[in-house]
């Protein structure tokens, strides 16, 4: 009997599932609710593909955009039974049009990266994923660092009014801890996420890593269940200078996105976030080194945190090639662009497998993953964009 015939289309709400379920078959770690939550992402902030046979999902890929200038491609995934046909490449070229002049970033393994170099991709740097259970140190690792940094922080529902001093959940101590880096007079307040900071930090954000990802932000922030948290950090007049994420995905949990300072004030704000999570399984993704963040001025992580978060009970399991496709840019973005591949290593994507995959399957990142050619904002603080898991 023949064979049918691929065809491409889009996703559907009904498609969720079966997304799902070529995950589960690569031993991916995502649960039916994140795949769920990036195509939803997907279809209103980018687009979706799917490969088809005879009516049945076959394969899937998402895109995301991130302004007129920068995007990113993840998840993209071929049946097992319809590998070595060509058919990830046909479904990789539509979501490459998706994105029309924009700059791309993806997250691949070894055996795509010839496939990717002759797309026009090239490699940047390698994310380092991390995971295990969290088994916090007891030495004092953060330089500078005062204030309980065990206990954890109750954060206010989104949209909820906010008030002088929000009460922590039952059964569960708040805590402000105040981090003074080692490489900055700057002391920093760290706080849980009040209702005011939902229309700013997005902008933020998004000024400080040099790309438009505020409606990604926003999405984390608004939607963030009872048991999630992100904690702010601010100076001392109040200016926000940092912050991260923690939020249930996968086997557990991840910790991201993150921004800081350097690694000092990272670690202040991991240890905070993950408070009362010890004997928990935590996932931490640091971003590679990539050329937007070379023009932009921030820094890529170093050996020295992913050493720290090994003393934290966590393995490094994987670590993928963050790749970059130029996009059409006007001419100040090229000077960058070159200015960046001659100075310093920056900060960038994440990793989104349990464990490396074969062929050209390509995982996604966004706030994560999605660092790329940035030029740097007025006024904007040099950061070390840490930890960047957001879609993976």
């Known amino acids: 009997m023949t064979a049918p015939t691929p065809t491409l289309d889009t996703l559907t709400p009904a498609d969720a599932h079966a997304c799902w379920q070529m995950c589960q078959a690569l031993r991916w770690p995502h649960r039916e609710a994140d795949l769920l939550r990036f195509q939803q992402w997907a279809e209103r902030h980018g687009g979706t593909v799917a490969l088809r046979a005879d009516g049945r999902l076959i394969g899937c890929g998402f895109a995301f955009f991130w302004g007129e200038t920068h995007g990113s491609i993840g998840m993209v995934i071929v049946d097992d039974a319809w590998q070595g046909r060509g058919l990830g490449k046909q479904m990789f070229n539509q979501l490459l049009a998706l994105q029309g002049k924009r700059s791309v970033t993806l997250q691949a393994t070894q055996a795509g990266l010839p496939l990717y170099e002759r797309m026009g991709f090239h490699a940047t740097g390698r994310a380092r994923q991390f995971h295990g259970i969290w088994q916090p140190a007891g030495e004092d690792?953060?330089?500078?660092?005062?204030?309980?940094?065990?206990?954890?922080?109750?954060?206010?529902?989104?949209?909820?009014?906010?008030?002088?001093?929000?009460?922590?959940?039952?059964?569960?101590?708040?805590?402000?801890?105040?981090?003074?880096?080692?490489?900055?007079?700057?002391?920093?307040?760290?706080?849980?996420?009040?209702?005011?900071?939902?229309?700013?930090?997005?902008?933020?954000?998004?000024?400080?890593?040099?790309?438009?990802?505020?409606?990604?932000?926003?999405?984390?922030?608004?939607?963030?269940?009872?048991?999630?948290?992100?904690?702010?950090?601010?100076?001392?007049?109040?200016?926000i200078d940092g912050y991260g994420v923690l939020r249930r995905f996968g086997r557990g949990w991840v910790l991201g996105p993150l921004l800081a300072r350097d690694e000092s004030h990272a670690q202040a704000l991991i240890r905070h976030l993950a408070a009362d999570h010890a004997g928990q399984f935590i996932r931490i993704d640091l971003a590679a080194d990539v050329l937007a963040f070379a023009a932009h001025g921030s820094q890529a992580p170093g050996p020295q945190l992913g050493a720290w978060l090994q003393a934290q009970g966590l393995t490094m399991v994987d670590e993928p090639v963050t790749m970059i496709r130029p996009g059409k840019m006007d001419t100040d973005s090229s000077a960058l662009m070159t200015t960046g591949m001659a100075g310093t290593a920056a900060a960038a994507g994440t990793a989104d497998r349990m464990k490396p995959d074969t062929g050209a399957t390509v995982s996604g990142s966004a706030a994560a993953g999605v660092t790329i050619t940035g030029t740097r904002p007025p006024n904007a603080p040099g950061l070390c964009a840490l930890v960047a898991q957001a879609i993976s």
């Open 141 to 239: 690792v953060t330089a500078g660092v005062t204030g309980a940094m065990h206990a954890a922080v109750a954060e206010p529902a989104a949209g909820a009014e906010p008030t002088a001093d929000t009460q922590p959940a039952a059964g569960r101590s708040r805590t402000a801890c105040t981090a003074n880096t080692a490489s900055t007079s700057r002391a920093s307040h760290l706080r849980p996420l009040q209702p005011a900071d939902l229309p700013t930090l997005p902008d933020w954000d998004s000024a400080a890593r040099g790309i438009g990802r505020q409606w990604l932000i926003h999405d984390l922030l608004q939607g963030l269940q009872s048991d999630e948290r992100c904690t702010v950090s601010t100076t001392a007049d109040g200016q």
